[in-house]
């Protein structure tokens, strides 16, 4: 591939990485752009996969760091994550991913409308009752939608751990990346069992998520609420604007 291309997409990558750091939905930047590199749609998911989990790693790493992750929690969430990815990529092959997009739009709009009815700024958690359930029930099924289908995973974990289990949105930002890393590595783990992962693209990219993820994970904790807040609802609009799009 041109080294100008390789280039010109890890930057978008770098990009895609700090604003998934921050309030997900780094695919709606860095999908399009393979696309339009080229990429068949089935490469293009993989590869688009294979940098992304870069990213999210990082991402993972600095909030953990920070001491803004939830350990306890992340030791269920994680492998839950994990397993529901797997099993969504499984269910694939039974549901037709065009009847779901509509639910997903809904959703994408409810959750945002959420945000800005509750406006959640606390800067200390606030455990619900049946907190950790509810986490590890949000990290399985929403786990498994990413593994099915993707957009808003980051964005629907922030607003669930919010809104369902009482966290603040710099916590729950944190808590978030363990899920999204654990559907990530999995969905990596299937397109490259398939071949369908171009890594002489994807490994160039992975520095630019590195870096992207590193650097959104501080704006985030740095941030904090109000900046989460907004980038989940610019992100929202984005997502649900690209669903319709795709939808008509």
Request: some cysteine; hydrophobic content about 55%; glycine content about 12%.
């Amino acid at each position: 591939m041109d080294p100008v291309v390789i280039v010109l997409l890890s930057a978008t990558a770098l990009l895609a990485g700090t604003v998934d750091a921050i309030a997900g939905g780094g695919g709606l930047i860095t999908l399009p752009a393979l696309l339009m590199a080229g990429l068949p749609p089935h490469l293009a998911l993989g590869t688009n996969k294979g940098q992304s989990v870069w990213g999210s790693a990082a991402a993972l790493v600095a909030f953990w760091r920070a001491n803004k992750v939830d350990r306890k929690q992340a030791l269920y969430a994680f492998p839950l994550g994990l397993v529901g990815s797997l099993l969504g990529a499984e269910l694939v092959l039974l549901i037709s991913k065009d009847q779901l997009r509509p639910v997903v739009i809904g959703m994408l709009i409810g959750a945002a409308v959420l945000l800005l009815i509750k406006k959640p700024s606390r800067d200390e958690d606030t455990p619900t009752r049946r907190g950790a359930v509810i986490a590890g029930v949000l990290a399985f099924v929403i786990g498994a939608y990413d593994g099915f289908f993707g957009p808003g995973t980051g964005t629907f974990l922030i607003v669930g751990f919010v809104a369902l289990c009482g966290k603040s949105m710099v916590s729950a930002t944190a808590d978030a990346k363990v899920v999204n890393f654990a559907s990530n590595l999995a969905a990596v783990l299937a397109f490259a069992r398939d071949g369908s992962v171009l890594w002489a693209l994807a490994l160039p990219m992975a520095v630019g998520q590195l870096c992207g993820g590193l650097f959104g994970a501080r704006l985030a904790i740095k941030g904090g609420a109000g900046l989460i807040r907004a980038m989940v609802l610019v992100v929202s609009a984005a997502l649900v604007g690209k669903l319709i799009w795709d939808l008509v």
